[in-house]
């Protein structure tokens, strides 16, 4: 069996939440959703787990949801920092925001030798999508050619705001575009706006959307680093909140036709906090998959 690993991005500052979501307990005991991510990864065969922080967060990350995992998958800790980044490209000074999710993966590749999934801290995704992911790799051989697991839009949305999804179109099972939008509900319909530029749109309820949850092979930290590259080179100097967004990376990819994605519909549960509001939403659900007997009462007992 393949040795997975996962990666979880977990160095987003939580604006719209207004705090840090990544270590907000779920449940009565004290859990993450990065616990319950963590658990169904294992389970569906993932033996190593790489924590994308910021350098601040480090050890809080160690006291709590390390030091509950690291005696039953090997733990790595990744930092992301705006000091470090490809070639010799000097941030402004006065930039706070993380420069995205393509930098964020970067900074996990030291610690990655094997295939891996990337996902995000803040979101539940369920047993099916890691083992689809795991099922995935074991079976294919092909080394630009990925996966994605989708979800339909309508369980995914928050009832508190727009949500930023990246809207998925496939063709003969593999992704053929996505389009990185910020969505909300106008006048009853789903209204999709591109973060990069271009016309808003409506999409379904049904419309599958990517939750920024991917496998990759090795052979995609290149594409990343020559992408992050050019994100830099092409950056205004007094551009203080543009980021290199994974989603936009692997679109770019695709056109080029450098790599294949194969497309997947998750069979299981989101869940999500983009907001404050959705807190007691996420609590109230994992509490019924707990009585449901589909988790354990004490993740790690």
């Known amino acids: 069996m393949k040795d997975l690993t996962l990666v979880i991005m977990a160095a987003g500052m939580g604006s719209r939440f207004g705090g840090l979501k990544q270590i907000t307990p779920v449940d009565d005991y004290g859990n993450f959703i990065i616990d319950y991510s963590i658990y169904d990864a294992k389970k569906a065969g993932f033996n190593k787990v790489v924590f994308i922080i910021k350098e601040e967060n480090l050890e809080v990350f160690k006291d709590t949801v390390g030091k509950r995992v690291e005696g039953i998958m090997h733990v790595e800790y990744a930092i992301q920092s705006l000091n470090q980044v490809p070639g010799d490209y000097i941030i402004n000074a006065e930039r706070v925001k993380p420069l995205g999710t393509v930098h964020a993966v970067l900074a996990a590749e030291p610690y990655v030798n094997e295939a891996f999934a990337v996902i995000n801290a803040d979101d539940f995704y369920g047993y099916d999508t890691y083992k689809k992911i795991a099922d995935f790799f074991q079976e294919n051989r092909e080394e630009n050619e990925f996966i994605s697991v989708l979800y339909p839009f309508e369980i995914t949305k928050s ?13 003969n099972g593999y992704l053929i575009d996505l389009i990185e939008s910020s969505i909300e509900k106008v006048n009853g319909e789903y209204v999709a706006s591109p973060l990069v530029g271009g ?29 992050m590259i050019n994100f830099l080179r092409d950056l205004k100097e007094n551009d203080i909140t ?9 679109k770019e990819n695709i056109k080029n036709k450098e790599v294949k994605v194969k497309v997947e519909r998750s069979n299981g549960v989101w869940l999500g906090m983009t907001n404050k ?25």
């Open 242 to 250: 543009s980021e290199a967004l994974l989603p936009e990376c692997l």
């Open 199 to 227: 016309e808003s749109f409506i999409i379904p309820k049904e419309q599958l959307v990517s939750m920024n949850v991917f496998g990759f092979n090795q052979s995609y930290f290149k594409y990343l680093e020559n992408y």
């Open 159 to 171: 009832e508190f705001g727009s949500v930023k999804r990246g809207v998925c179109y496939s063709e």
């Open 277 to 301: 509001d959705d807190l007691d939403i996420v609590k109230n659900e994992i509490k019924k998959l707990v009585d449901n007997g589909e988790y354990p009462e004490k993740l790690w007992s």
